[in-house]
């Protein structure tokens, strides 16, 4: 009766490849995150989906690509992922996008090796 | 851009204490969210709040939504040992063309000795 789970919880891979996470919510929730927690842990917005339609870009490169095929899913693509990629990356959701609290998952630990 | 400061970045403290840290913005905020995170897990929601002056508690939590809707505390008290984590301030400028925009502060960890 996991709210937001994330697949996988652990991702190592090599710098170059390709590589997908998968994000749900079973909150009926509009609104989805991703977010990337860098070493020093700070959080940051990379991007938003608002029942399936993108709203929020924060200058992600565009090796990155989120895909939303239905409001419970929010999934992220990262081709030729590189070595400053390595990162944990949450997914959340709330709500609607105004005034609504954001609950994460537990996160997917990158590492490029 | 915004910034959100967040102070003390750490705090040793012993079983007992009481704990507290703030959250300072160049901007208004809208709303005001707590949250912790501990290792291997996601941010957990502690507190929100939504009005200026706003004084909500939580158990052994309490935080306040600063008049000037540019600050926040978080207090604990009484803490024990499994207050430990990461503790995050994040602001909501809360319009629309914000579109739910979330400006964290950089953690305040907290460490607990018996």
């Known amino acids: 009766d996991t709210a937001v789970s994330q697949t996988p919880k652990y991702l190592v891979t090599q710098m170059g490849n390709d590589k997908s996470i998968k994000c749900e919510q079973n909150l009926g929730h509009d609104t989805m995150y991703w977010y990337k927690q860098d070493s020093k842990k700070f959080l940051k917005i990379m991007f938003s989906y608002n029942n399936k339609e993108l709203i929020i870009n924060e200058t992600v490169p565009n090796r990155f690509s989120p895909k939303s095929p239905d409001k419970a899913h929010l999934n992220l693509h990262i081709n030729s992922l590189e070595l400053g990629d390595s990162a944990v990356y949450f997914c959340a959701s709330s709500p609607s996008t105004v005034n609504q609290p954001q609950h994460f998952g537990d996160g997917t630990r990158l590492s490029i090796l | 851009g915004q910034q959100l400061n967040q102070s003390p970045q750490s705090m040793f403290i012993q079983e007992g204490e009481d704990v507290s840290m703030n959250c300072t913005s160049s901007s208004i905020f809208n709303t005001w969210l707590w949250y912790k995170q501990e290792p291997g897990e996601g941010p957990v929601l502690l507190i929100a709040?939504?009005?200026?002056?706003e004084l909500t508690s939580n158990g052994r939590l309490t935080a306040q939504f600063g008049i000037t809707r540019k600050d926040s505390f978080l207090n604990i008290s009484a803490s024990i040992p499994s207050d430990v984590g990461i503790y995050f301030c994040a602001g909501q400028r809360g319009t629309t063309d914000s579109w739910g925009k979330l400006q964290f502060g950089a953690g305040t960890q907290v460490v607990v000795t018996p």
């Open positions: 709040l939504y009005k200026a002056g």
